[in-house]
């Protein structure tokens, strides 16, 4: 490696200790492990009755690719994540074990009225004070009381 590449890896090293470290205390805020790439791939092909093959035809790689990936000996390129994530409604995130809210990419962009979006009631929910989330969580429980956790 040059000296150059060893330098920017090292001044590189602490900014993923730093990210590793806030990445694990958002897990243990979420409530535990998250899976990995590879088991979290299995799941949603087994949840569509899907075979590896099936999905290796999709991607244009062997199945013993697919088995790899979902073993956790190798992980796709961005391309193939992405066709993944498209294929199986998933957000990236969601897909490479960041978040464990497995929500349809499309659902932010539904329009709900009035020319909003449901993006858009999140970014509002997120730049209210704490008081005024926690009211209208109350409010939002009226109506669904399965929300209230």
């Known amino acids: 490696m040059p000296i150059s590449s060893v330098k920017v890896w090292t001044s590189y090293k602490p900014y993923m200790k730093a990210a ?13 492990i998250m899976a990995s790439f590879g088991e979290i791939l299995a799941e949603l ?19 013993g690719t697919i088995s790899n990936y979902e073993n956790n000996i190798h992980l796709p390129d961005m391309e193939k994540i992405l066709i993944l994530a498209k294929y199986f409604d998933v957000t990236t995130d969601y897909l490479l074990g960041r978040t464990p809210f497995n929500i349809s990419p499309d659902l932010f ?3 709900i009225g009035n020319g909003m979006k449901i993006s858009d009631l999140i970014r509002i929910i997120n730049n209210l004070n704490p008081a005024e989330q926690k009211a209208l969580s109350l409010v939002i429980t009226k109506f669904d009381p399965k929300c209230n956790k």
Not at 20 to 29: D, E, F, V
Not at 50 to 62: F, R
């Open 45 to 63: 092909r087994q949840d569509k009755n899907l075979t590896q093959k099936d999905i290796a035809k999709y991607l244009h790689v062997s199945f």
């Open 109 to 111: 962009y539904k329009d």
């Open 20 to 32: 590793k470290a806030s990445y694990n205390n958002q897990i243990k805020k979420w409530g535990g």
